[in-house]
Structure formats: structure tokens, C-alpha cells
């Protein structure tokens, strides 16, 4: 199984940047594909970016592209969301979650995903 947990999210201006982290642990979390959701109070959860189990694939909404970078550390472990340019849309609680894949998957929408962490709160005011 795998444990999430979600750290870095807080308050910046628009234009400031934060980086959000995800700590991956667990007996399957070197198996594991990791997405970002996002959910702002009154909205739909949406898929922010993912990332594959070996790092070679990568997905990223349409709004956050050349904003946002997702990357994931050698060892596996620790899955990042790099946000730059923050504007006050982005405001929103960021979940970060996880299924098991093989090496070669990199399917990131319409799939369930079993492990979820707590969330962050990101704020980015004007």
C-alpha cells in the first residue's frame, strides 16, 4: 500500500512560487504514479499534473503549463510540484494521489486512485 503526505503549501503574492512536496511511503510506493488534484472551496476537484512511476512521463493541465513542473526525486520517494507564477485562481487545496502502475504506464486521466493524502492549502493572494 502507500501513505501520503503533503507538505509546502502557504500564502504568496501573485507571481511568487512555492513548491509543494509529496513524502511517498509504503510497500508498494516505488511502484507507484503520482498525480496533483487541486480543490478550490465551491469547485470540482481537477487533475493538476502527474508524473509515471520511473519519472518519464508527465502530464500538466492546460492552465498551469510553463507555470507548474512536477518531478520526483532518484530514489522515488518524494514526488514535487514546482509552481511559479502563481496567480490568485490557483488558490485551492492540493491533494496529492496515487495508484500502482507498471513502468511503461503513463495514463494520468480517467483512472481511480486509490491512495490520497490530506491535502495543503495554497493561497495566493493579489
Known amino acids: 500500500q502507500v501513505r501520503l503526505v503533503e507538505s509546502g503549501g502557504g500564502l504568496v503574492q501573485a507571481g511568487g512560487s512555492l513548491r509543494l512536496s509529496c513524502a511517498v511511503s509504503g510497500r508498494s510506493s516505488s511502484r507507484s504514479m503520482v498525480a496533483w488534484f487541486r480543490q478550490a472551496p465551491g469547485k470540482e476537484r481537477e487533475l493538476v499534473a502527474g508524473?509515471?512511476?520511473?519519472?518519464?512521463?508527465?502530464y500538466y493541465a492546460d492552465y498551469v503549463k510553463g507555470r507548474f513542473a512536477v518531478s520526483r526525486d532518484n530514489a522515488k520517494t518524494t514526488v514535487f510540484l514546482q509552481m511559479n507564477s502563481l496567480r490568485p485562481e490557483d488558490t485551492a487545496s492540493y491533494y496529492c494521489?496515487?495508484?500502482?502502475?507498471?513502468?511503461?504506464?503513463?495514463?494520468?486521466?480517467?483512472?481511480?486512485?486509490?491512495?490520497w493524502g490530506q491535502g495543503t492549502q495554497v493561497t495566493v493572494s493579489s
Open positions: 508524473i509515471s512511476r520511473n519519472g518519464g512521463g508527465t
Open positions: 494521489a496515487a495508484r500502482d502502475t507498471i513502468l511503461t504506464d503513463y495514463r494520468f486521466k480517467g483512472v481511480d486512485y486509490p491512495y
